[in-house]
């Protein structure tokens, strides 16, 4: 890879599932990635991943509802390689539920990494963006955005509100900065793993019957950014061929 297209690029929820397998692949390509979560001793696996395979990854402990935290990851990244060409905001937390068990903490939590931390990243990276003339904002949205379920509605409307601001960050961002939106189905991860109810936690079983691995979605990612300048990928929507 030339130094022309190796991209600095940010990942976050980089401990695992999408997260991971995204900066697997794309330090695979020999993009620099910067990946990010509070779970230190999973990206130290991760960083022994990459760089076995020759890749080339900086790793930060990251918590995505600090906007602090978030500033001082996409800043440090800019000081350190010169530029940030890629944001993936993937963080993200699914504890599933009805709205008459009133899990409020639940509801407080997603709204606080889907919604906060997902702005938050606008937030540091767009100003290092619109500074440098190009950048590229890819958000992990869901399914969910797409569909209500019983005891997805706060999920749900977290994702919404994902999609949503992602897309008016997409009609508002200049030309130079594109802007994609990702929204799994069932993927392979440990989200389900968060739901501590006991009927959501059921059913999610059921419904995970047919799911596909986050390589998946890494792969879509990876084909988001590999488009030439004047591409712009706005959505993708990945899911099990059995999903419906």
Request: hydrophobic share 45%; proline share 5%.
């Amino acid at each position: 890879m030339s130094i022309t297209t190796r991209k600095v690029i940010l990942v976050t929820g980089a401990s695992s599932g999408i997260g991971e397998a995204t900066a697997l692949r794309l330090a695979a390509e020999g993009h620099q990635v910067v990946a990010g979560a509070r779970r230190e001793d999973r990206l130290a696996e991760l960083a022994a991943k990459v760089r076995a395979s020759g890749g080339a990854i900086d790793i930060r402990r990251l918590d995505v509802t600090d906007r602090a935290s978030v500033t001082e990851f996409a800043t440090r990244a800019q000081r350190e390689h010169g530029r940030v060409d890629v944001l993936v905001n993937n963080a993200g937390v699914m504890p599933l539920s009805r709205l008459d068990s009133l899990l409020v903490d639940e509801w407080d939590r997603m709204i606080d990494v889907n919604i906060r931390g997902l702005l938050n990243g606008i937030a540091a990276a767009l100003p290092i963006f619109r500074g440098q003339g190009a950048g590229h904002f890819v958000t992990v949205a869901s399914i969910g955005a797409h569909q209500v379920v019983p005891t997805s509605a706060v999920y749900s409307g977290t994702k919404y509100a994902a999609w949503a601001i992602t897309e008016g960050l997409r009609q508002e961002a200049d030309p130079s900065i594109r802007v994609t939106t990702v929204s799994p189905g069932v993927v392979e991860s440990e989200l389900a793993s968060t739901i501590t109810e006991p009927g959501a936690r059921e059913a999610m079983r059921t419904y995970r019957a047919d799911s596909i691995p986050p390589g998946a979605i890494a792969d879509a990612i990876a084909f988001a950014l590999a488009q030439p300048p004047e591409v712009d990928v706005n959505e993708l929507i990945i899911r099990p061929a059995r999903q419906r």
